[in-house]
């Protein structure tokens, strides 16, 4: 494993400089599901929750939230977000729903982060507005699927 480079000689925490990096095209691609009860999945498919519309507001708090990763997650960086989706992808066995986020910038630092922090905060957005209904819901298998751009290449999980 390498050195850490959130950390200087002493061991404190430090944000990285990345001002001699050049600014390259970078992609993240995440995913992650919620688990939960066929009937709580029923309420989001027949727009029947009675907060609103479950995924709209999940798609937009996952937008919102890869732009504010930086204020969310200690020494990432501010980033020029080109692009920020978040798609919802339902499922019946098991019953929940599959999040991903795809998240572009035209930077000197990836991506990743702003990626999985969205797909996070739409999980928990879908069990905020659907908590009422369902308490037992669960989030999980959030990871990074894809990334490009970069010193380190091109990275996609098997």
């Known amino acids: 494993m390498s050195k850490l480079s959130h950390l200087n000689e002493q061991g404190e925490a430090r944000m990285v400089d990345v001002s001699d990096k050049a600014a390259t095209q970078r992609t993240a691609r995440a995913e992650g599901f919620i688990a939960m009860a066929p009937a709580?999945?029923?309420?989001?498919?027949?727009?029947?929750a009675k907060k609103?519309?479950?995924l709209a507001a999940?798609?937009?708090?996952?937008?919102?939230?890869?732009?504010?990763?930086h204020e969310l997650i200690?020494?990432?960086h501010p980033l020029a977000i080109t692009k920020?989706?978040?798609?919802?992808?339902?499922?019946?066995?098991?019953?929940?729903?599959?999040?991903?986020?795809e998240v572009k910038v035209a930077g000197q630092t990836g991506v990743e982060m702003e990626a999985?922090?969205?797909?996070?905060v739409a999980c928990l957005t879908i069990y905020d507005m659907l908590k009422a209904a369902d308490k037992a819901m669960t989030?999980?298998?959030?990871r990074l699927i894809e990334k490009t751009g970069g010193r380190?290449?091109?990275y996609r999980a098997e």
């Open 40 to 48: 709580t999945l029923a309420l989001i498919e027949t727009g029947q």
């Open 52 to 54: 609103g519309d479950v």
């Open 58 to 69: 999940a798609r937009i708090a996952g937008i919102m939230a890869a732009k504010k990763t």
């Open 74 to 76: 200690p020494l990432c």
């Open 84 to 101: 920020a989706t978040v798609d919802f992808a339902t499922s019946r066995k098991p019953a929940g729903v599959r999040v991903t986020a």
């Open 116 to 120: 999985l922090t969205a797909v996070a």
């Open 139 to 142: 989030l999980g298998g959030i």
């Open 152 to 154: 380190s290449g091109t």
